[in-house]
């Protein structure tokens, strides 16, 4: 088992955007195949069959996210609240600051043990539970080798969207495979030779380490990241708001400061990708990373995710997925992607209309809405 989980739950989700934004990103939203359920709350159910009796988890989060992980949390018992700590990030920093936060936290308030522990994104579907549990736990013994473990996908498609592990194709066979390379989201004809090879997984983003070798790796090739956290004192008590049962790490002394002096890069660039003890187990399980609304609106049978409470009607018009809050009548508009969001919820009215098969251009329509400056969209 486990003695530390890690679950990232920052970040905006803008490849959904304008259904997911900065107030209420994709990790927040509800699965469209169970919306009893948001991507978060799954999470949180995989990370607490991870961990031992007295295990903790460690969400970091934006401050605008913090209402929707306790409203989130809510269906808890107390026992498993007091295992949570909120630490919410004065500033996004992307995910090497955000590891490194938790870390730091696990080191002091943990009386400098070294843990084993997991981390996972927390807007990814994982199914069944039970074969992600078991196959997680098998990173136990190979971190205590001095290992930082990933699970890797193997890819049905030349996915552009995803970075990418390249594996020895000797090793396909075993539990665990050495790490050769890691290779950046491809081209198109790239992706497409990853693809035919059967030398490359996609990269899931889960990974797994002990503390104690994760932080030297840190020091070795980003320590201008770990160091100003590593001069935070230890949380006073004070520190801490219990909101609804959860401890959330609001008044940590000196974290402002910290993160502002944090430079903006992916744990996978500032560490996986430079430490020569990687090793990747290939999923037994089913995955899938919702990032784009082509894979969104794969997942959702009836051509609307919100068919039952709003009319969508269509002439002629096939293979059209709509989300839309408003009704919405198509004539003749075949195989795109719309999404139309009216406002009453007080955000910005806005409307995506994008072929399917495109809609990963959803990011690089986010960065023209930055260069506007319309901060009102996200």
């Not at 995910?95 to 043990?113: D, M, P, S, W």
């Not at 995955?287 to 919100?306: H, M």
Request: aromatic share 10%; with cysteine; charged share 25%.
């Amino acid at each position: 088992m486990f003695d530390e989980c890690i679950i990232m739950a920052g970040g905006s989700g803008t490849r959904l955007w304008p259904l997911s934004n900065s107030m209420k990103p994709k990790q927040f939203l509800p699965v469209p195949t169970d919306r009893n359920n948001n991507f978060f709350k799954l999470s949180l159910e995989r990370a607490f069959s991870l961990i031992n009796g007295d295990g903790r988890i460690i969400i970091v989060a934006g401050k605008s996210h913090v209402s929707h992980i306790i409203s989130s949390c809510a269906g808890r018992n107390e026992a498993q609240k007091r295992r949570i700590t909120v630490i919410p990030e004065p500033e996004a920093k992307n995910t090497a600051a955000a590891i490194a936060c938790a870390l730091v936290f696990i080191e002091k308030t943990a009386a400098g043990q070294n843990r084993k522990i997991f981390v996972m994104p927390s807007d990814h579907l994982v199914e069944p539970k039970e074969v992600f549990t078991a196959q997680s736990l098998v990173f136990a013994n190979h971190i205590e080798m001095e290992n930082l473990a990933i699970f890797g996908i193997r890819p049905v498609a030349p996915e552009t969207g995803f970075g990418y592990i390249e594996i020895n194709r000797s090793d396909v066979k075993k539990e665990v495979m050495k790490v050769v390379s890691f290779h950046e989201k491809p081209d198109k004809s790239t992706a497409e030779r990853y693809l035919e090879s059967g030398n490359f997984y996609w990269n899931s983003g889960m990974f797994a380490f002990s503390s104690g070798f994760i932080k030297r790796e840190f020091l070795k090739y980003a320590e201008d990241i770990i160091t100003p956290f590593e001069a935070l004192s230890v949380p006073e008590k004070d520190a801490y708001s219990i909101k609804d049962g959860l401890a959330i790490l609001e008044h940590w002394k000196g974290l402002a400061e910290t993160y502002g002096q944090i430079r903006k890069i992916s744990f996978d660039f500032a560490v996986v990708t430079k430490t020569a003890q990687v090793v990747m187990s290939a999923v037994a399980f089913n995955w899938r990373d919702i990032g784009s609304w082509d894979e969104y609106a794969s997942l959702v049978k009836d051509g609307s995710s919100d068919s039952s409470e709003t009319a969508i009607f269509r002439v002629g018009s096939d293979n059209t997925f709509v989300d839309s809050d408003i009704p919405v009548a198509l004539c003749g508009a075949d195989d795109l992607i719309v999404v139309v969001r009216s406002g009453k919820d007080g955000a910005a009215p806005s409307v995506l209309i994008a072929k399917r098969g495109a809609t990963q251009a959803v990011s690089a329509v986010v960065e023209q809405i930055k260069a506007k400056n319309r901060s009102d969209l996200l």
